[in-house]
T-cell receptor, first 107, second 115 residues
Framework: GQSLEQPSEVTAVEGAIVQINCTYQ??????LSWYQQHDGGAPTFLSY????GLEETGRFSSFLSRSDSYGYLLLQELQMKDSASYFC????????FGQGTTLQVKP | KAGVTQTPRYLIKTRGQQVTLSCSPI?????VSWYQQTPGQGLQFLFE???????NKGNFPGRFSGRQFSNSRSEMNVSTLELGDSALYLC??????????????FGAGSRLTVL
């Protein structure tokens, strides 16, 4: 089967850097995606890693290591509006999501 | 351009009833996939349609079904509702489907409550 594990909650202060880890067990996939979901809102796409290494998009970066079955999302210069749930997902022809990490940013 | 539109946004049903949810994808998007979101189980894949054909299916009972029309609009149906079917049902559209770097755009969801 396929499964992904993420921490359930992470707390950080405004302006800080936070890393949300995602470990997975899957037999073959196109890549790893990250989605953000604010309370009551729809998930929105953040980033995608097809190859090992770091992808940077503004304040957000995402990393993938296929050999370690591991990825992470790095959020820099945290803002209050970054408080949301973050989901990693393996792309296999369908998206298999992790349980999500709730990030709380405090002033 | 208009986003993904899901209707109805909220609905309440009783056990044993059936429900039909609708999803209108972004214009030009041919793939529609459906997800069930619950606090305990997270986001779970239901099925994906492309050009009116179901291409992938998740691990849900046969009470959950769907279809896609020639204009790419999609519907999902849940028959013989159970309390555990209470969830947010999300629809996502994309150009080609959830493969590679193809980005999924989600609708706001239909929140179903089963009493």
């Amino acid at each position: 089967g396929q499964s992904l594990e993420q921490p359930s909650e992470v707390t950080a202060v405004e302006g800080a850097i936070v890393q949300i880890n995602c470990t997975y067990q899957t037999s073959g996939f196109y890549g790893l995606s990250w989605y953000q979901q604010h309370d009551g809102g729809a998930p929105t796409f953040l980033s995608y890693n097809a190859l090992d290494g770091l992808e940077e998009t503004g304040r957000f970066s995402s990393f993938l290591s296929r050999s370690d079955s591991y990825g992470y999302l790095l959020l820099q210069e945290l803002q209050m509006k970054d408080s949301a749930s973050y989901f990693c997902a393996v792309v296999t022809g369908k998206l298999i999501f992790g349980q999500g990490t709730t990030l709380q940013v405090k002033p | 351009k208009a986003g993904v539109t899901q209707t109805p946004r909220y609905l309440i049903k009783t056990r044993g009833q059936q429900v039909t949810l609708s999803c209108s994808p972004i214009s030009g998007h041919r793939s529609v996939s459906w997800y069930q979101q619950t606090p305990g189980q997270g986001l779970q894949f239901l099925f994906e349609y492309f050009s009116e054909t179901q291409r992938n299916k998740g691990n849900f009972p046969g009470r959950f079904s769907g279809r896609q029309f020639s204009n790419s609009r999609s519907e999902m149906n849940v028959s013989t509702l159970e309390l555990g079917d209470s969830a947010l049902y999300l629809c996502a559209s994309s150009l080609k489907g959830p493969s590679g770097a193809n980005v999924l755009t989600f609708g706001a969801g239909s929140r179903l409550t089963v009493l």
